[in-house]
């Protein structure tokens, strides 16, 4: 999944922009080996012994429900040139991501603002990923370093 050329500035963002990817599906295989190298609790790496678990399945890290909405993110806000993100506030995990969701992210940009060092601005932006029934799985917001035009 390749992004598209960042080609947008601080001063091409307007407050209100939302973007949501392409929906990508998850598959129970997928769960299973990044669990098993990056947190293999049982209910992230073990079908059977997730039957017994609060959510009666296998679900994803919430690592890896992440690192999916990176990839997709890509697709929506990798035209804008980042400088890079400096803070993440407020992130929850609404629900759990399960085999067989499909998933979008989703980004909204909720404010602007002039940075004290030249060639910058900042934006705060409403980060996410949808399952296929709108929900959110997680939802943070993000401040980023955005580039100006010189």
Sequence with gaps: MN???PRLYYEDLRVGDLRISEARLVSESEILDFAKQYDPQYFHTNPEAARDHPWGQVAASGIHSLAIWRQLDHQVA???RWICGIAWD???WNKPLHPGDRVRARWELLEKRDS???GRGIVVCDY???NQDDEFIFRCKSTNLVERRA
Excluded: A, M, N, T
Aim: charged share 35%.
């Design 3 to 5: 992004s598209p050329e």
């Design 90 to 92: 407020e992130l929850r």
């Design 128 to 130: 996410g990923l949808l």
């Design 78 to 80: 990798g035209d804008i």
């Design 116 to 118: 004290s060092k030249p």
